[in-house]
């Protein structure tokens, strides 16, 4: 006999012959019984999360952190703070991204971690400053001998301040010689000859003239130039004063122009203080020599000229002088000079002879009046 079965129990044929299967969609879902696990079961292992490729480097930038005070004088031990991890990673930059070779490059060429370079400094790189912090006393040292001279800097500056002194010097005593002394022996010369024309104006007559002092005045009108004549040839007090001195000393005593016979001879500058006799190398024979005295007026012509001989040739100022080509005894002129031009070497000889003998009284000669 069949056994007859409970309603509920869906499985029975007579649940399926007496009740109808309903459609496949509605069939609502039924809840999977859940097995429960005995004293002795094994426990579920926990499965490890799927494998995550790691993210790339990010540049590291740490917060910022407060300096001290303005003002506060910093502590010792803030000179170590400055060798953190944190602060050589911002000296390094931010971590290279690519692969094993090229991190290694990067940190070769960075001076960071990984094989040091042949001769590389083992000094580590300073980190950047903040400009608002102050410096400590170690940074404040090496700031001050970065900013020191060195020994060669120092030695060049001192010898180019010697040159460009040096240079100056040397212009303002070219300056110096090669014109202030012209413009003072001019003045000197000018108060000079006006000072013996006020004394022939007074009539005063000397008997014999003192060194230094001016008696007479030389014309060279082919030269322009106007010069007065003092005894003696001293270089301060006649020839540096733009004057014509006069041989009249000792050995090399010679004659007035008044003298009946002699020879007049006297020195002047070529160069400098009034250079008056720079030029007496133009002279040609017939020239022209005017000397203005007291009473008369003396006129010599150039007859010869010697370029060059020694200072020691005192020969050329003798009444009759050698090499002058004068013969015998007469009324001779002699113009000497220091040649070449700046120099005092040699001397330059020029002669002449008396051709004219006029008193004051009746004007002046004929080379003076053209």
């Given at each position: ?25 509605e ?9 429960q ?20 480097y ?14 506060a ?49 083992r ?6 400053q ?90 060279i009108?082919?030269?322009d ?106 009324r ?39």
């Amino acid at each position: 006999m069949t056994p007859v079965r409970p309603e509920h129990e869906h499985g029975s044929p007579w649940f399926r012959a007496t009740n109808p299967p309903l459609p496949e969609e509605e069939i609502p879902p039924q809840p999977q019984p859940q097995p429960q696990p005995g004293p002795y079961a094994r426990q579920p292992q926990h499965q490890p999360e799927p494998y995550a490729a790691p993210e790339p480097y990010a540049s590291y930038e740490p917060a910022e952190t407060p300096g001290p005070p303005a003002g506060a004088r910093p502590a010792d031990g803030e000179t170590m703070a400055l060798r953190t991890e944190d602060t050589r990673r911002i000296a390094a930059g931010p971590a290279p991204t690519g692969g094993r070779a090229e991190r290694r490059r990067a940190a070769a060429k960075g001076g960071g971690r990984g094989r040091r370079r042949k001769g590389a400094s083992r000094t580590p790189a300073a980190p950047p400053q903040d400009p608002g912090r102050p410096l400590t006393r170690v940074e404040a040292r090496r700031a001050a001998r970065a900013r020191k001279d060195s020994v060669g800097v120092v030695a060049s500056r001192v010898v180019g301040e010697l040159f460009i002194t040096f240079g100056v010097v040397m212009l303002l005593f070219v300056t110096y010689q090669l014109w202030w002394t012209n413009v003072r022996a001019g003045f000197e010369a000018d108060r000079a000859k006006q000072g013996i024309e006020d004394a022939w104006a007074e009539g005063r007559k000397p008997g014999a003239f003192e060194p230094g002092q001016g008696f007479a005045i030389m014309y060279i009108p082919k030269l322009d130039v106007v010069v007065p004549i003092a005894e003696g040839i001293d270089k301060k007090r006649v020839l540096d004063r733009g004057m014509v001195g006069h041989y009249a000393e000792g050995q090399l005593k010679t004659a007035m122009p008044s003298d009946r016979q002699g020879n007049f001879a006297v020195a002047g500058h070529r160069n400098t203080h009034g250079e008056p006799f720079r030029y007496i190398n133009r002279l040609s024979p017939g020239d022209p020599i005017v000397v203005e005295t007291q009473d008369t007026y003396y006129t010599y012509e150039m007859a010869s000229i010697l370029p060059q001989t020694p200072p020691s040739n005192v020969s050329v100022i003798e009444p009759v002088p050698r090499g002058s080509g004068f013969t015998g005894p007469g009324r001779y002129i002699t113009l000497t000079t220091c040649t070449p031009e700046f120099t005092s070497t040699y001397r330059m000889i020029v002669w002449g002879k008396m051709v004219d003998e006029r008193p004051r009284s009746k004007g002046k000669p004929d080379a003076l009046v053209g």
